[in-house]
């Protein structure tokens, strides 16, 4: 799913899974990114309920999203 040098979909994974109980509790709790859409939500919800960390990650990922937007449709 994930082809940058900056970001792999492990990495975007870990991350739900790190912030799951702060970002995503109210979520499926095997919920995974499966498509650009999902990233674009994973971004939002790290953005909003995250620290500055996963804030910097959310960051990553829209600059990804950004620079394969053909992938957003």
Request: aromatic fraction near 12%; hydrophobic fraction near 40%.
């Amino acid at each position: 799913m994930l082809k940058s040098d900056k970001i792999s979909f492990a990495d975007v994974c870990a991350m739900v899974d790190d912030y799951r109980s702060m970002c995503f509790w109210n979520m499926a709790e095997d919920f995974k990114p499966k498509n650009a859409g999902h990233l674009k939500l994973v971004a939002e919800r790290l953005e909003n309920y995250g620290d500055m960390v996963a804030y910097r990650f959310a960051g990553r990922i829209r600059e990804w999203l950004s620079q394969n937007s053909n992938l957003q449709h």
